[in-house]
């Protein structure tokens, strides 16, 4: 079941899992912080097994990585965050800023899903 909360993402919710696909194409500081405050209404609802499908993101600046890393702090050892679907400039900048080492980055969702069923 795939639900339109609001205008910053989508949510799917799979068992234990809850997938939260970012709507618009950016994620900066624009919106960054209501985004940020959205995702963890989620995981303070306890929905602690998150995957962010990054496929509509074409440009992520500092404020919206720094998102990033607040939301995996929040969820750190208490559950599942993994991203999937980032495009090549994003997935480069994870690289370069090295947040591929915290992040559990995976091409697509169903690679996501595996990795957390395995887990």
């Excluded at 910053?8 to 912080?33: G, H, M, Q, S, Y």
């Excluded at 992040?103 to 887990?119: D, G, H, P, R, V």
């Amino acid at each position: 079941m795939v639900v339109l909360i609001n205008k910053i993402v989508e949510e799917k919710l799979l068992k234990n899992l809850l997938i939260l696909k970012i709507l618009p194409e950016r994620l900066d500081l624009t919106n960054a912080e209501d985004f940020k405050k959205i995702v963890l209404k989620y995981i303070d609802d306890g929905n602690i097994n998150l995957v962010l499908n990054l496929s509509n993101i074409n440009f992520l600046d500092s404020t919206g990585l720094g998102a990033l890393v607040v939301i995996f702090k929040r969820l750190n050892k208490k559950g599942y965050f993994s991203i999937c679907c980032a495009n090549e400039s994003v997935t480069s900048l994870f690289n370069l800023t090295r947040m591929n080492r915290l992040f559990n980055i995976f091409f697509t969702e169903e690679e996501s899903i595996k990795a957390l069923q395995n887990k």
